[in-house]
């Protein structure tokens, strides 16, 4: 079994979100599972200068871009039984950052090609190409075109598609069809790639793969939904006996308390997070105070991760005596609104209006709470790294938050998390407001919670066993 996951980010190479850290930690599974896996993407100018010195060059060729000839060129590094393939071209990919520029349709369309056009020159011909996300939608159909189907390298590739986040997909004017993807109007139509007048890569994705996934059970069935479907849900009920949730994971490796060289305190107990919490408050000049619980949140500042919530009854949370701990980058309303809040509440609330990843563990190992009030989530990472790491999650129901959070329930004593249902500000509040009450009056009950958090396994093996299955039902 040959299996090539095909994405625009992976860890350690490059990382904007989830997507980089499922793409870096799940092929490693399964290559425990007897998975032969590869991985190609693009080689961006963010990549480290010590990573692209460690690039072995392979060959290059010709990519057709619509009726544009263009260079690729194809480097690889060997890592841990998994071949890492890098497509080159300056033009498209040295730039800052993955996404965001006025071209990102056509240079999304150059790798969806050049990805197929590479094939015969690596190691290995793929029995399954698995995609990832909007950016690699179009390799599922035209893998499907003239240009590859009667070829009988590719007869027998087959395809999974992987949607990520349904809210990003990459839709773009008609003109794309033919003056990018060369790809006739036998495509444009309302099981193809048509999206309401326009082209939408995502639909690539889901039109034409041999079997669709997403990353959770519940965000499975919500995206059938018109609440969460983003006018896809009646095409997606439509493929629906092709598409199954199976939730991430993380790298346990690479997330781990007990070795993780960021922390001042490594731990595999509760009682490790103390020192962990004063080193941290002292680096953010926080007064050095274990009894007041530390609230934390590492996301993107957009609406989708509830912000809104947090805003709403920010005062009413900061009431309760704690300190809220932020680390992330978005929106600039947002970014300028929190701003504000740590200037209003100097000695409570630390702001950090960027992203750093040793900061990020050291947060995780600190804190006491890690809030996650999305408006939606297809799974989620953040919770499970808190988790990892000891701090309790309070999340609304919703995607992959549900299906991984279990809320504390007293009278039967089960569960390790707080979670609400409906997404209202002051729903939040009183699940917050319930979780301080037990690290106050209750410490017992709240350092067994801790511990059973720690003892929780979201690593990748389940899920990769069910990825494993997957492949080969489609031999």
């Not at 998994?82 to 800052?96: A, G, S, T, V």
């Not at 932020?326 to 929106?331: A, C, S, V």
């Not at 037990?438 to 990825?467: C, I």
Request: net charge negative.
């Amino acid at each position: 079994m040959q299996v090539l996951f095909a994405a625009s980010e992976c860890v350690p190479f490059i990382k904007t979100g989830g997507l980089g850290d499922v793409v870096g930690a799940l092929p490693k599974a399964l290559v425990r599972e007897n998975v032969r896996v590869s991985v190609i993407l693009p080689e961006y100018e963010d990549m480290s200068d010590e990573l692209k010195g460690r690039m072995s060059f392979l060959t290059h060729f010709d990519v057709m871009v619509g009726w544009r000839r263009q260079y690729c060129g194809i480097k690889y590094i060997d890592a841990e039984g998994i071949r890492y393939y890098f497509l080159d071209n300056e033009y498209y990919f040295k730039r800052h950052g993955c996404y965001g520029y006025y071209d990102d349709g056509e240079r999304f369309a150059f790798f969806s090609r050049a990805v197929l056009d590479a094939l015969p020159y690596l190691a290995q011909k793929p029995d399954v190409i698995h995609c990832h996300d909007w950016q690699t939608g179009p390799i599922c159909a035209l893998l499907k075109s003239w240009h590859y189907k009667d070829n009988p390298f590719y007869q027998n590739i087959r395809t999974v598609y992987t949607i990520h986040n349904l809210k990003y997909q990459g839709i773009y004017s008609r003109n794309v069809l033919k003056e990018l993807l060369d790809l006739d109007d036998s495509f444009y139509n309302i099981n193809g790639l048509e999206f309401f007048g326009c082209v939408s890569y995502m639909k690539a994705g889901l039109a034409y793969a041999d079997c669709l996934t997403t990353v959770s059970r519940t965000y499975a069935r919500e995206i059938q939904t018109p609440y969460f479907g983003e006018k896809l849900d009646g095409f997606l009920r439509w493929r629906g006996n092709k598409l199954q949730g199976i939730v991430n994971g993380i790298d346990r490796d690479r997330y781990d308390p007990e070795t993780d060289s960021f922390l001042s305190n490594p731990y595999t107990h509760s009682v490790g997070k103390t020192v962990n919490k004063k080193k941290l408050q002292e680096q953010l000049s926080l007064p050095v105070d274990n009894s007041r619980p530390m609230i934390a949140m590492i996301t993107r500042l957009t609406e989708q991760k509830g912000i809104d919530l947090v805003l709403r009854v920010f005062h009413e949370m900061m009431s309760l005596d704690v300190q809220f701990v932020l680390l992330g980058t978005g929106e600039q309303n947002y970014e300028s609104a929190f701003h504000s809040l740590a200037h209003q509440y100097p000695g409570a609330v630390s702001a950090n209006i960027y992203f750093d990843d040793g900061l990020a563990r050291k947060i995780y190992a600190a804190s006491d709470l890690f809030l996650m009030p999305s408006k939606f989530e297809p799974c989620g990472i953040g919770q499970l790294l808190a988790m990892r790491y000891g701090s309790l999650p309070v999340v609304r129901e919703t995607g992959g938050l549900k299906d991984t959070v279990v809320p504390y329930d007293e009278l039967t004593d089960e569960g390790y998390g707080f979670s609400f249902t409906n997404y209202n500000a002051h729903d939040m509040l009183y699940t917050i407001n319930r979780a301080v009450g037990f690290y106050r009056h209750k410490p017992d009950t709240w350092y067994d919670l801790v511990e059973r958090a720690l003892q929780m396994n979201f690593g990748w093996e389940t899920s990769a066993r069910e990825y494993k299955a997957l492949y080969e039902q489609l031999r």
